[in-house]
């Protein structure tokens, strides 16, 4: 069993920058790859990047290349989510997920957990 637990949203103005994190528990955290979905209200929930269970492939949504970064630290059983130059469109609810298996798009019945979630929100 592991348990996800997401910290680091808020509210933040355009251009502005914020980090996720998730913390898992359970000794296995370095087993699973991971990611990072997100769901806006009215929208389909959507995968923003994922990592390999060693960081060494990463997967990121055409929209958030280059401003989004995803990284983990298996010895602190995290997983972050560094993002810069937020947009507007960027507010949703954020969640952590782990699964056996690298998630890409439209595999989310490939997620074995899932965090709680934690509201992103871009605005002035």
């Known amino acids: 069993q592991v348990q996800l637990v997401e910290s680091g949203g808020g509210l933040v103005q355009p251009g502005g920058s914020l980090r996720l994190s998730c913390a898992a528990s359970?000794?296995?955290?370095?087993?699973?790859?991971m990611g990072w979905f997100r769901q806006a209200p009215g929208k389909e929930r959507e995968l923003v990047a994922s990592?390999?269970?060693?960081?060494?492939?990463?997967y990121y949504l055409n929209s958030v290349k280059g401003r989004f970064t995803i990284s983990r630290d298996n010895a602190k059983n995290t997983v972050y989510l560094q993002m810069i130059s937020l947009k507007p469109e960027d507010t949703a609810v954020y969640y952590c997920?782990?699964?056996?298996?690298?998630?890409?798009?439209?595999?989310?019945?490939?997620?074995?957990?899932w965090g709680q979630g934690t509201q992103v929100t871009v605005s002035s």
């Open positions: 990592i390999t269970w060693n960081g060494g492939s990463t």
């Open positions: 359970g000794r296995t955290f370095s087993t699973y790859h």
């Open positions: 997920a782990a699964s056996l298996s690298f998630l890409v798009p439209r595999i989310d019945y490939e997620v074995n957990y």
